[in-house]
């Protein structure tokens, strides 16, 4: 069983950054593609970002092209999502989730992952 953690969230001003990481301290995450959700309150739960298991594929949604930025370091068993010029509407639970061998084809397809973290806050507010 993958266990993933996320970290990085918190309360920040429109126009401010934020780097999540997502990590797994059990074996490893090279063989996995990981999708980066949000979730805000009263809404479904959508892809943000994708990153293929090699790292050299991504796929973002049009809001967050631009701004948001997804890589991942398999030597340290981590991916990280760089949000900059954040907005309030970006203000949401994040989760990362990752997906056994994912090609990214459904990459915003919640069902397409093996396994979830348990989030974290990203407010913007001022």
């Known amino acids: 069983q993958l266990q993933l953690a996320e970290s990085g969230g918190g ?9 999540l990481s997502c990590a797994t301290s059990q074996y490893t995450l090279a063989y996995y593609a990981i999708g980066w959700f949000r979730q805000a309150p009263g809404k479904e739960r959508e892809g943000v ?3 293929n298991s ?7 949604i049009d809001s967050v092209k631009g701004r948001f930025t997804v890589s991942r370091d398999n030597a340290k068993n981590t991916a990280d999502l ?17 997906d056994l061998f994912g090609e990214g084809t459904k ?18 507010s001022t």
């Open 11 to 19: 309360l920040v001003q429109p126009g401010e950054s934020l780097r």
């Open 49 to 51: 970002a994708w990153i």
């Open 54 to 60: 090699d790292g050299d594929s991504t796929n973002y």
């Open 82 to 98: 760089l949000m900059n010029s954040l907005k309030p509407e970006d203000t949401a639970v994040y989760y990362c989730a990752a």
């Open 107 to 124: 990459w915003h397809v919640l069902d397409e992952y093996d396994y979830w973290g348990q989030g974290t806050q990203v407010t913007v």
